[in-house]
C-alpha cells in the first residue's frame, strides 16, 4: 500500500494514522509524568532541623572598602567576596551534607564532615570580626586600651608583642586574636595557625587576618606593610564594645 492510500477507505492516510498516535502516546505519556510530578508536589517537604539546613548567609561589609587608609578597594572586596563569602557557602554545604548521612554512616565519615565544619564555622566567624574591627582612626582608647596596659605594663608593648605575633605567622597563615580571659578579666594575644585555634574560654575582641588572600594583592609577601595599614585602621570602637559586652556576661 502506498503511503498516500487511505487507510481501509475511511479517508485517512496510512502517515496521518501513525502521526494520531503517537501524539496520543506522548500525551499519555506527558500526563503520567505531570501526574507523578503532580503527586509528589503535594508530598510535605522533610523539614531538616536547624543543624542541617545550612541557612548561614553572607553580611555585607560594614565600611565603604575604597576609604581605608593603605588596604586597597579591590583587595578588600575579594577578600570579602572570595574568601569570606566562599567559608559562608562551604558551611552551609557541610551542614546539610551531615544532616543528609544515613543513621549507620561510618564514624570517619562524620568525623571528616565535622573538621570541616569546625574551620568553615570558624573562618566564617573570624572574617567577620576581622572586617568589623577595621574602618577606625587606629588609635587605642578606653576600656581596651586599659587592659592592655593593666597586662602589659604599656599599649606600646602590647602592640610590639601583637605586631611580633603576627610577623611570626607572615609567609604562613593563620590569625592573631587579642581575646578577653573572663578568669583573669585580661586581654592577651594569641597565636592561631589555622581556624581551628583559639583560646578555650577567651572571647575574640581584635582581630588579625593572616593568611596571604589579606593582603598579597596590596603588599605581595611583605607582612610588615600589611600590618601598618591593619593598625591604621583598626576600630577601637567595636574593640571596646566587644569588651564591654564580654564583661557584661562575666558579670552576669
Known amino acids: ?3 498516500s492510500q487511505n487507510h481501509r477507505g475511511t479517508g485517512v492516510t496510512r502517515r496521518e494514522v501513525l502521526e494520531t498516535l503517537a501524539v496520543i ?4 505519556a506527558l500526563a503520567s509524568c505531570l501526574g507523578g510530578d503532580t503527586a509528589r508536589a503535594e508530598e510535605p517537604p522533610v ?3 536547624p543543624a542541617y539546613r545550612g541557612e548561614h548567609t553572607v553580611k555585607p561589609l560594614p565600611f565603604d572598602p575604597g576609604k581605608l587608609k593603605g588596604l586597597s578597594e579591590k583587595l578588600l572586596t575579594s577578600h570579602h567576596q572570595n574568601n569570606y563569602a566562599g567559608a559562608v557557602k562551604r558551611l552551609n554545604l557541610i551542614e546539610q551534607q551531615l544532616g543528609s548521612l544515613p543513621a549507620d554512616a561510618a564514624p570517619y565519615q562524620v568525623g571528616s564532615l565535622k573538621r570541616e565544619e569546625l574551620l568553615a564555622t570558624n573562618s ?7 572586617f568589623a574591627n577595621l574602618a577606625g582612626n587606629g588609635r587605642p ?3 581596651a586600651a586599659g587592659l592592655l596596659k593593666a597586662h602589659y605594663g604599656s599599649v606600646e608593648t602590647w602592640e610590639h608583642d601583637f605586631r611580633q605575633t603576627a610577623l611570626s605567622l607572615g609567609g ?3 590569625w592573631v586574636v587579642v581575646a578577653y580571659d573572663p578568669a583573669s578579666q585580661s586581654l592577651h594575644n594569641y597565636w592561631a595557625w589555622d581556624h581551628a585555634h583559639r583560646v578555650a574560654t577567651g572571647e575574640p575582641v581584635l582581630v588579625l587576618d593572616l593568611y596571604e588572600h589579606a593582603y598579597a594583592m596590596d603588599y605581595g609577601a611583605v607582612t610588615k606593610g600589611y600590618l601598618d595599614a591593619f593598625l591604621q585602621n583598626v576600630s577601637w570602637d567595636e574593640v571596646n564594645r566587644r569588651v564591654e559586652g564580654a564583661r557584661g556576661r562575666k558579670a552576669t
Request: proline fraction near 4%; glycine fraction near 22%.
Open 1 to 3: 500500500m502506498r503511503e
Open 172 to 174: 604562613g597563615s593563620g
Open 25 to 28: 502516546g506522548t500525551g499519555a
Open 124 to 130: 566564617m566567624l573570624l572574617h567577620e570580626l576581622y
Open 141 to 143: 582608647d578606653g576600656t
Open 47 to 49: 523539614q531538616r532541623p
